[in-house]
């Protein structure tokens, strides 16, 4: 009952709440920074007795004096204390929060501060209210519209509603991929790789729009720009666990099928899903045999497998070859064994003392399970030296090729 | 010029010229226009207060001194003060609820928002009665006469007492009408405004109260006392004035091709890495600003907003409590420009809506046009 007039949903209704009061508060905020600390209190008890009202100006002050908060760290304790005591008990406060401080608040530093001024907020109906408020707005597209770069906020968001928070990454995503240089690719990955944390069928989608939408303006060639950004792939790999797996690998091998590269070879693909696999397996060794089962029947995205456990140390740890042993004599068995093949004799030609008993034995008896394709493995190393590489790779002409563009 | 055709006018010009078209119809001189009066009017309805500043003469001195002959020279429109009549029913409303809450011990309680809703319509009816009922009381110098209301609380109906006397109820509304300078403050706010404007309050001859809210006698005892100006108050129009000063300059338009040129009460900037940017001033109609881009990109941010004028190109520190945002837009360029490419942002008013229109012109090439979001 004693709660009856303070500042409710009419008043929040938009950015300024009550102008007059909204200006009063800049006033004092602004006034703040410049005066002793008899005055400071006076503008603290000022701008307490505002209560609820005070919140737009507050808001407002963080876009228009923010240079002058982000110098004065006891003004922006207190205004963070104020902020969580006007919001501790008013729902109407918290959602101008949400929309104004936060999804249409177009500034980056005053978002980011007002985002960890919520998230560290202690309020036990705080989360109810957000929840409320993501059902509610669609928040998605008032940040598509005004706010991309919201990812401080993502894990927050997504806790209640990661429906829509996969549609902003999705398209953040995509968007920075389009940018096409090495800083918006991290960026790019590192949506791809909340996406792809998440254990979510969505991925697949995800996945797969990533690497056909990747590409390296080779616009103006530099080697050595190019080989950044293949470094950035490796760099970054993807979280890839028992419950993703099959997803990304479909996303990975749809990829390759349509490539029209004759070979179908995708180098982004290669550096990434190589990278991506050394580092899951090194978290997680009992994805080995999963994956391994899942691509038998892969065509094209088991020349990378091997290529990917083969790293050094790997394969010592498994006792014995028991998941890569194939005997049916069907196309896709033929390919695998080729690939395995391939790859222990490149091995064998490099490495040799990183090959394990176990891999002489499988080989030895694979070896006369598919001779053919053993003959074909022997060729291809020795034609190694011809191969042309894979799209968006740096090809024989020296120029970086293909990738960049998707199919409608 | 058509009689019928549509024109718009502020509320406070609208009413001061009915108010002087009264005053030179009846003949009461109350307004000496061959002094060149500067006359404040002050509109204060249920929501809001308009402020303006205006100076009178006539245009030719030596024509007869008929409406059609005064000069009205805005100097001044103020902005943003959303004050009014629903205030001071709020103001008495928490004075009610605090009565409330002292008498009856037992509705300390957490009420749900719908009731909160309920409750505090009835509160505000209430308060706005009382508001009524107290100033004619305090007009004819009438003892406060003793009053309950009830007030229905999940459906138990809760007795309040009413009795308010003067002193009580300048307690209440202190925060409106006292000494002390407060954001809803409606004499405080003349300073304020006369101030921001380079002008002193004995500058001013006139101030002229209009608007519903106007009728309370209390609101215009404290701008008397506080400023020591000639009020001009009229009864008669405190509610018509503006729908008949509208008329009045329709007819005026089409009879003497008659306009009054009025500013706008913002002033708009746009936000640049290092300051707030002026693109257009109250009392332009249009502008060009340079700019240069900042980045090597293929889209601009552009953040608009709207504040008080300053006299520079460029908000002084002193503006930018007063900056309200308006609109961001992330406008594609088509390609990429390097950075430091020359920007230009034109922008104009649009015929007679008020609403201005900009225009962005990036190495020569417009490449967006837009109007204002309000």
């Known amino acids: 009952m004693r709660k009856l007039f303070q500042a409710d949903n009419n008043f929040f209704s938009d950015l300024s709440g009550d102008p007059n009061i909204a200006i009063r508060v800049q006033e004092l905020i602004q006034e703040y920074s410049t005066v002793e600390a008899q005055r400071k209190q006076g503008i603290k008890e000022s701008i307490k007795k505002l209560e609820g009202r005070a919140l737009p100006g507050i808001i407002q002050s963080t876009y228009t004096l923010w240079k002058r908060m982000i110098a004065d760290q006891s003004l922006r304790d207190f205004l963070k204390t104020t902020i969580n005591t006007i919001c501790e008990h008013n729902d109407s406060a918290r959602h ?163 490539s029209s590269h004759p070979k179908k070879r995708n180098n982004y693909i290669e550096k990434c899903f190589v990278s991506s696999i050394r580092s899951s397996l090194d978290n997680n060794s009992n994805l080995l045999p999963i994956i391994d089962k899942y691509l038998r029947n892969k065509s094209y995205l088991v020349t990378y497998w091997f290529q990917a456990i083969w790293s050094d140390g790997n394969l010592k740890k498994y006792n014995n070859g028991e998941y890569f042993l194939r005997n049916d004599n069907d196309n896709v068995s033929l390919n695998y064994a080729r690939e395995l093949f391939k790859q222990y004799l490149l091995q064998k030609k490099w490495k040799p003392q990183s090959i394990p008993t176990w891999m002489n034995e499988l080989v030895s008896n694979m070896i006369s399970e598919y001779p053919t394709a053993y003959s074909e493995a022997e060729c291809d190393i020795q034609s190694i030296g011809n191969r042309t590489t894979g799209y968006g790779a740096q090809g024989e002409s020296g120029r970086a090729t293909g990738g960049g563009i998707r199919k409608k | 010029m058509k009689f019928d055709e549509n024109v718009l006018i502020s509320e406070p010009l609208a009413a001061l010229l009915s108010y002087i078209s009264y005053d030179i119809l009846n003949s009461y001189n109350r307004v000496n226009i061959d002094a060149r009066p500067l006359i404040l009017v002050y509109d204060i309805g249920g929501g809001t207060l308009d402020l303006t500043l205006v100076r009178l003469g006539w245009i030719n001195i030596n024509n007869e001194k008929n409406l059609g002959n005064v000069e009205f020279k805005i100097e001044a429109v103020g902005r943003y003060n959303q004050v009014g009549g629903e205030d001071f029913d709020e103001r008495i409303a928490e004075w009610l609820l605090d009565r409330l809450l002292e008498q009856h011990k037992d509705l300390d309680i957490e009420l749900s928002w719908q009731e909160r809703v309920q409750v505090r319509h009835q509160l505000l009816m209430i ?71 380079s002008r002193l309050k004995d500058q001013v001859d006139h101030i002229l109260c209009v608007g519903g809210m106007s009728r309370f006698l209390m609101l215009r005892e404290a701008i008397n006392h506080t400023y020591n100006s000639n009020i001009l108050f009229s009864d008669k129009l405190a509610d018509v004035a503006v729908a008949q000063g509208a008329a009045i300059y329709s007819y005026m338009k089409g009879r003497f ?91 104009s008013n649009t015929g007679d809506n008020k609403m201005p229109s900009y225009e962005i012109i990036v190495d020569g090439k417009t490449v967006h046009f837009s109007e204002m979001e309000v």
């Not at chain 1, 500034?107 to 509610?136: G, H, P």
Request: glycine letters at 4%; hydrophobic letters at 35%; aromatic letters at 12%.
């Open chain 2, 257 to 347: 091709s008659h306009t009054i040129q009025e500013p706008r009460a913002d002033a708009y900037y746009v936000k640049t890495v290092d300051d707030f940017t002026k693109i257009m001033g109250c009392s332009e109609d249009s502008r060009t600003t340079d700019f240069s881009t900042v980045y090597d990109s293929n889209y601009i941010d552009l953040f608009i907003f709207a504040g008080e004028d300053c006299k520079g190109d460029v908000a002084d520190s002193s503006i930018y409590p007063s900056l309200m945002f308006q609109e961001a837009t992330k406008i594609p360029l088509g390609s990429n420009y390097p950075k430091n490419t020359p920007m230009k942002i034109t922008i």
């Open chain 2, 127 to 197: 308060a706005e009665r009382r508001k009524i009922l107290f100033n004619e009381e305090y007009i004819n110098d009438d003892d406060p006469e003793s009053r309950t209301e009830n007030v229905f609380v999940r459906g138990k109906e809760y007795q309040i007492d009413l009795t308010l006397c003067k002193k009580d109820m300048l307690k209440v509304l202190e925060p409106l009408l006292g000494q002390h300078d407060g954001p809803k403050n409606c004499v405080s706010c003349i300073d304020k405004f006369l101030s921001k404007n």
């Open chain 1, 96 to 258: 101008f929060l949400m929309r104004h401080g936060i999804a249409k608040n177009p500034f980056v530093e005053s978002r980011t501060w007002l985002i960890s001024v919520l998230c560290e907020m202690k309020d036990a109906n705080k989360d109810n209210a957000i929840e409320q408020y993501l059902s509610r707005d669609k928040l998605d597209a008032i940040v598509m519209k005004t706010s991309p770069e919201l990812r401080e906020f993502l894990p927050l968001w997504a806790k209640y509603d990661y429906d829509s928070t996969y549609v902003i990454c999705h398209e953040l995503m995509i968007a920075y991929l389009n940018k096409k240089t090495v800083t918006d690719l991290k960026e790019a990955l590192v949506f791809l790789s909340y996406m792809t944390s998440r254990s979510n069928n969505k991925i697949e989608n995800a996945v797969y729009d990533f690497f056909i939408n990747i590409g390296w303006d080779n616009d103006g060639y530099k080697a050595i720009a190019y080989r950044n950004f293949m470094d950035t792939l490796e760099q970054y790999p993807q979280k890839i666990t028992c419950e993703n797996s099959s997803y990304y690998i479909d996303a990975l091998e749809k990829v390759l099928t349509e």
